[in-house]
């Protein structure tokens, strides 16, 4: 026996409170349905419209069906929970949240999951994992050349499962996975530190999300949502420093600047790290005041994930100063820390004049 499935139209507590507001104001209402019917589209109401997944968005057939939703007897459902958009004639739903969705040149931090033919593929928190190519690092030594076979064997003494790294979305595939490459010296193989990770909504994208910040710890924020609390190098303090702020500082013939005179050139010192860059030892002379600051950052970036704030360089340090009342640090992730840490780092942008 076949069985009948039956669709039940259901009306969602959001609806049902959007009732009661078109009761209180019958006016607005009125005035919106004007200016939908003049778009051709009747019966259609504008503004922010929170669904859930089966709940109906339009009876109106004239939409065309987008992200988020699906079409059934002339009615529009939604298939996720979010907001509704509505462009033009299209209509969609933006879900509350989702996996990252890589773009172009974003900046993200990855775990390694597979070791490949000529290729690793990297964990980056989305829908697919990443493939980045054997092509696309830079070897020990800075050496650019062609890769070879014994390259391809030697792989996994490169980068092997369960190692991070940061990089750079090189190109998008049809399919929506992402191609990466590591050429720049401030992408590789992630050590001497801590991995913490936050939804990626709560990463605000900016021009650089490699930053240095007080008590010689460097923060790495992945647009993924994937972070990197570690010691301060001396890359990272070389690529802070002003390029003519040193007395003394000559241009070589590559174009590199010497930082002071009795430092190496930026050009030498990647040269002499990058015979390092695959090293799978953290560096012994990190000392336990520097590993207490770096689960500190990681707590304070845990409590503004909590409060969901946004993540940024600056919003960190202030919430990084605010935690410096709590000397214990496992008590920063306490559920009243937490929510007075959020409220401390509000007060302050509100104090600075932000639009928080």
Sequence with gaps: MSEVITVVRRKGAFQQFGEIVEKLDEEDVDIEMTEASESGLEGEKSGLQVVTPGELVSENPGWMRGHGTYFLDNMTYSSVA???SKVNRLLSVIPLKSRYSPETGDHIVGRIAEVGNKRWRVDIGGR??????LGSVNLPGGILRRKSESDELQMRSFLKEGD???????????????????????YGKL?????C???SSLIVRSKNHTHNLPGSVTVVLGVNGFIWLRKTSKMDSARDAPSGASMGSTGGPTGAKSLRADTVSITRLE???SWQIYSDQNDPSI????????CRYANVIKALAYCEIGI????IVSAYEASMAYSAVGSLIEREVMESLGDDVLNAEKMRGSPF
Excluded: W, Y
């Excluded at 050590?191 to 991995?195: P, S």
């Excluded at 940024?312 to 919003?315: I, K, L, M, V």
């Design 287 to 294: 000392t336990s005041s520097i590993r207490q600051t770096i």
């Design 197 to 199: 990770q936050v939804p």
């Design 312 to 315: 940024t360089q600056e919003r």
């Design 128 to 133: 697919q994992h990443a493939v980045l190519m």
């Design 164 to 186: 991070l790294l940061n990089a750079e979305v090189q190109s998008l595939f049809q399919d929506g996975s992402a191609s990466l490459h590591t050429r720049s010296l401030k």
């Design 82 to 84: 979010g907001t509704v």
């Design 271 to 273: 040269e002499e790290s």
């Design 191 to 195: 050590r001497d530190g801590m991995f």
